[in-house]
């Protein structure tokens, strides 16, 4: 079956152009109209009238995709997303991935049933060309996560920039022996906080050395578990930079496991600033997001997009804060 993007690739145009020539032909140039006609009859192309007329109609629901529900820092980009979407009359309906590409995939069926008007992808890792493609179609809204040279509007803060702050941070306290627990490194997170600790590092003319970088998954689990493989060195540590809160705690509680002190043998920084962030022994250290105007963004974007009205910026950052507590101190000689 001959698709949209194949009209837009024969036509070399956008999908967009594509459909603006088929619903209005005003807002395009008679040059690319020409070439867009052209390729639908060279190509038999059939739009999907149906399709079109169940687009219009509104369920006067939104669809959140997050990547794993138990992670406690997206209560608060959608108590941000639900908070907007309230006031505008609209409902949110929640959808776990699990961390699992498959059902991230399976969630855009909501879409394409047209069971709710629009989505907010609070994850990324699915094939950027399936999302891209939806986003010519539907309203969706990227939130935290990105995807590389995308124009689907995007709301995030600069995660690498947070971790070379965090990194620099224990630098500056001293410490040069520093590990890392990075997040998966299939995802643009995990690649981004681990850029940053590395460009903190390489800035201040500190080794990175591979066996200080280990990859959890974001878990209180596998924080606990990294930090165990850092605690059996022969030349220990001083510091530890965790790409969550969760993985923080679980690092934390490792080196408690070992009779150890945090901060004053080791210190632990985190990334998030969840709420138990604060009331944690010893409370900790953290690069804090914006989580709640994430969401209240990600939401404003999404509603415009449903309105068709036009959105001026693809790119949103939001600025993160270094919160300085107890779970970090200067390392003394």
């Known amino acids: 079956m001959v698709r949209i993007v194949d009209v837009a690739k024969k036509a070399k145009v956008s999908t967009a152009t594509v459909s603006r020539v088929l619903s209005k032909p005003g807002t395009v140039t008679e040059e690319t109209t020409e070439k867009v006609l052209k390729a639908i009859k060279e190509l038999n192309y059939q739009p999907n009238a149906l399709a079109r007329q169940l687009r219009r109609l509104e369920t006067k629901t939104v669809l959140v995709v997050v990547p794993d529900i138990t992670n406690t820092f997206f209560s608060k980009v959608l108590r941000g997303i639900e908070s907007l979407a309230v006031i505008n009359g609209y409902q949110v309906l929640l959808g776990d991935a699990g961390n699992d590409i498959e059902r991230e995939n399976g969630y855009l069926n909501i879409l394409r049933q047209k069971k709710a008007d629009g989505i907010i992808l609070l994850t990324a890792r699915m094939k950027s060309k399936s999302v891209e493609e939806m986003a010519f179609e539907y ?8 995807i590389e040279g995308s124009t689907i509007p995007t709301v995030s803060i600069d995660n690498i920039s947070g971790a070379r702050k965090g990194t620099e941070h224990l630098i500056n306290l001293g410490h040069k022996r520093i590990g890392f627990i990075s997040g998966p490194l299939d995802s643009v997170l995990g690649q981004d906080r681990l850029k940053g600790y590395c460009q903190a590092m390489r ?34 540590l001083t510091a530890v930079f965790a790409a969550n809160d969760e993985m923080a705690f679980g690092a934390i509680n490792a080196i408690k496991s070992k009779g150890l002190s945090v901060p004053h043998n080791i210190s632990v920084i985190g990334f998030d600033d969840i709420k138990f962030s604060s009331i944690f022994e010893p409370a900790l250290t953290t690069i804090a997001q914006p ?29 993160d804060q270094l919160i300085t507590r107890d779970s970090c101190s200067k390392y003394i000689v």
């Open 139 to 146: 309203p969706v809204v990227l939130a935290c996560e990105y």
């Open 291 to 319: 989580a709640f105007e994430i969401g209240t963004k990600a939401m404003e974007l999404l509603i415009r997009l449903m309105n068709r009205e036009k959105i001026e910026r693809h790119q949103y950052m939001l600025e």
């Open 203 to 236: 800035r201040y003319n500190l080794t990175v050395e591979p066996i200080l970088i280990q990859e959890g998954d974001f878990s209180y689990e596998s924080g606990f578990k990294m930090m165990m493989k850092f605690l059996a060195l022969n030349d220990p």
